[in-house]
């Protein structure tokens, strides 16, 4: 059931996932185009969450965006007023002023993540949720494992710190896990859809921004219009119950993003070895942190994570069997 809708103010607007937009040329959506994409969310009972670009909006924008409840996911060179804000490197956070109350997802590739690694553990002490995005989760191969365990395994000792002292921190990678108890992904085409600048519905905003083409035809396709209404085909793939592995799962929170699955392996309810073996460390990362937080009081009380000895589903999918 679809829940909410990302509205991309501009061609330009920051990504907070792990797509890129390299778009450089402004393409505002028209302000009828914004109405009505208003309009169709209040119809249909969805929460509005408006992604923007660097430069400014005219007002008759955000007054037209402030009659509305909804979300601003905003990049950090807007100066930071979002209750979203996207920093897209970890030295943006030399230039941005941290608020309380905000929630930061900090979009960083692996070899800087990996060497940047204190960066990123002084910043989830600084706020109050933190949510790390790999921009190329494609290029993540087993020989990383080590490495993105150790990155874990610093930024695990960095929250329990911060519990240690009172301060419940919050990281998807690390403590979402511990308070699931079922799938919370990515949800694009099955809770989530994207309304892009042209008027035009697509599954999430990779979809609109990609110029891409595989051996399936081109990934740029819309499903839909404000005109004429979604058709999403095969929409039932979008859903848990049709992913096999996935449904069986308990690292709750992958992200299992769609964009990566059909880039991936062409299919968009199948993720990828990369995305697996990433949430599977993640996982057991969690793990480690909530046995470890419990020495300083009382932490979810009657919930744990069971110990598992894989890192991709696929390798004891016959088990399940």
Not at 6 to 30: A, G, Q, R, W
Not at 213 to 237: C, F
Request: glycine share 4%.
């Amino acid at each position: 059931m679809m829940q909410y809708l990302v509205i991309l103010l501009d061609d330009t607007s920051v990504s907070f996932c792990h797509y890129s937009n390299d778009s450089k040329e402004s393409n505002l959506m028209p302000i009828e185009t914004l109405k009505a994409g208003i309009v169709f969310a209040m119809k249909e009972n969805l929460n509005i969450q408006f992604v923007y670009p660097c430069h400014k909006l005219p007002q008759e924008y955000l007054e037209v965006i402030d009659r509305i409840d909804h979300t601003n996911i905003q990049p950090a060179c807007r100066g930071g007023n979002g209750e979203v804000i996207v920093l897209n490197d970890i030295d943006d956070t030399e230039t941005v002023v941290l608020r309380h109350g905000v929630s930061y997802v900090l979009r960083i590739d692996k070899l800087t993540l990996f060497s940047k690694v204190d960066k990123v553990c002084e910043l989830l002490q600084q706020v109050m949720r933190l949510n790390v995005v790999i921009a190329d989760v494609e290029t993540f191969k087993d020989k990383d494992i080590p490495l993105y365990k150790e990155f874990l395994n610093k930024l695990s000792m960095a929250a329990e710190l911060s519990f240690s002292k009172g301060k419940k921190v919050q990281c998807n990678l690390l403590t979402d896990r511990m308070v699931l108890d079922k799938m919370n992904n990515c949800g694009a085409g099955d809770t989530t859809i994207t309304l892009a600048s042209d008027g035009k519905f697509y599954i999430c905003p990779a979809f609109y921004l990609t110029d891409e083409v595989d051996a399936l035809g081109r990934l740029n396709y819309s499903i839909g219009d404000l005109q004429n209404g979604m058709n999403i085909k095969n929409s039932q793939l979008y859903k848990l119950d049709y992913a096999p592995l996935c449904r069986q799962c308990d690292a709750y929170q992958c992200k299992r993003c769609i964009w990566l699955n059909r880039k991936m392996t062409y299919e968009v309810n199948t993720p990828s070895h990369e995305q697996c073996v990433m949430g599977h460390l993640e996982r057991n990362a969690s793990r480690n942190l909530l046995q470890n937080i419990r020495k300083y009081g009382t932490f979810l009380s009657g919930r744990d994570i069971r110990e598992i000895n894989y890192l991709d589903p696929f390798d004891v999918r016959k088990e399940r069997e």
